[in-house]
């Protein structure tokens, strides 16, 4: 069988491939992840999910290699993983009673090519008190995600609706990335 490595050491993206019940491995780039000023949320997350996978794809050429990156963008400004407690609440009060997007791009490099696209699903938030945001911060849970919020999570009460495909929010989209295995010879 094609070794397929994830190129990421994120704990929902391994349990996601899981579900799928597809053999894989992890092998974590450590690039550095920066978006330039100016550049698009679509271009910027494609970006970095392409030098995901290039990092691990040029030490392993014979492997199909995943790359992904999410990032939640509200009026067309990124929300990246917040620093401190106070900038997760205060990403969560924007989000408050708001809509947002959530955009994981995903590049697939191998030996028969590649595949690089972008999901998005737009997300809708309740109104949320302060009780509410205080006690999400102090869970923790915020701050290794972007928009400081884990749907799969304790933020899934806060969801009202979301318009779009659940997993990419989650941090990868499942179905098409299988697809796009498949499309390349997986």
Known sequence: MKQLILASSSPR???????????FQILASRIEEYVHE???????????AYRKAKAIATQHPNAY???????VVYQNN???????????????????????EVLTGVAILSPRGQALFVEKTKVFFWDLTE???AAYVESGEPMD????YGIQGRAALFV??????YFTVVGLPLSRTVRELKQLGW
């Open 145 to 148: 995600k972007a928009g400081a």
């Open 131 to 133: 009780e509410e945001i």
């Open 65 to 71: 290699v995943i790359g992904a990156d999410t990032i």
């Open 78 to 100: 990124i929300l990246g993983k917040p620093k401190t407690k106070e900038e997760a609440a205060q990403m969560l009060r924007m989000l408050s009673g708001q809509e947002h």
């Open 13 to 23: 993206r391994k349990q996601l491939l899981e579900l799928a019940n597809i053999p």
């Open 160 to 165: 009202k609706r979301i318009e779009g495909d």
């Open 38 to 48: 100016g550049e698009a949320p679509e271009q910027t997350v494609q970006s970095l």
